[in-house]
Antibody, heavy 120, light 107 residues
Framework: EVQLVESGGGLVQPGGSLRLSCAASGFTFSSYRMSWVRQAPGKGLEWVANIKEDGSEKYYVDSVKGRFTISRDNAKNSLYLQMNSLRAEDTAVYYC?????????????WGQGTLVTVSS | DIQLTQSPSFLSASVGDRVTITCRASQDISSYLAWYQQKPGKAPKLLIYAASTLQSGVPSRFSGSGSGTEFTLTISTLQPEDFATYYCQQLNNYPITFGQGTRLEIK
């Protein structure tokens, strides 16, 4: 059974840092692209970042470029999101998702999410 | 960036109704579109990918159609468990974008 379990969320002050983790199991982690998607309270879904299977390519939404870094450790079946210079507008539930390919890319499995609150 | 506009943003319907949600893209995205269902406090769930392919395990009352810039998600006969928020997503270009969501509520 595919499982994605996020951790690392919490309360952080503006300008602070946080590292999110996503532990994957039930599939060959190194064979899939992975993604982070966030959802601010009461708002819609926003794509944050993607990473290729081997970590060689990374993509970010403009609002987090230069502040967030997506990475992975295929030996540990883990995905990460290092978040620096956090702002109030980064407050959201952060989901990791598996990116699958059949004709097109799509997100077939999601974690339960971890809440990040940026506030003084 | 490709913008996705869903309509309506809010929909009130009854069990047994047929409902259709539209997603319009600001430029041609071929069939690079997926639909997700999200219930309060839960992660999104994939319903449809490649605009019209039903994800395994999703009931056949859900269907998707369209290509290019206009897409639809149809629920043929609403069931109580279908009341949720629905999002379209384009994966044709970075940045990947989602529609603003359609909240489907019980009338």
């Amino acid at each position: 059974e595919v499982q994605l379990v996020e951790s690392g969320g919490g309360l952080v002050q503006p300008g602070g840092s946080l590292r999110l983790s996503c532990a994957a199991s039930g599939f060959t982690f190194s064979s899939y692209r992975m993604s982070w998607v966030r959802q601010a309270p009461g708002k819609g879904l926003e794509w944050v970042a993607n990473i290729k299977e081997d970590g060689s390519e990374k993509y970010y939404v403009d609002s987090v470029k230069g502040r967030f870094t997506i990475s992975r450790d295929n030996a540990k079946n883990s995905l990460y999101l290092q978040m620096n210079s956090l702002r109030a507008e980064d407050t959201a539930v952060y989901y990791c998702a598996r990116v699958a390919w059949i004709q097109i890319w799509f997100y077939d499995y999601w974690g339960q999410g971890t809440l990040v609150t940026v506030s003084s | 960036d490709i913008q996705l506009t869903q309509s309506p943003s809010f929909l009130s319907a009854s069990v047994g109704d047929r409902v259709t949600i539209t997603c319009r893209a600001s430029q041609d995205i071929s069939s690079y579109l997926a639909w997700y269902q999200q219930k309060p406090g839960k992660a999104p769930k994939l319903l449809i990918y490649a605009a019209s392919t039903l994800q395994s395990g999703v009931p056949s009352r859900f269907s998707g159609s369209g290509s290019g810039t206009e897409f639809t998600l149809t629920i043929s006969t609403l069931q109580p468990e279908d009341f949720a928020t629905y999002y379209c997503q384009q994966l044709n270009n970075y940045p990947i974008t989602f529609g603003q969501g359609t909240r489907l509520e019980i009338k």
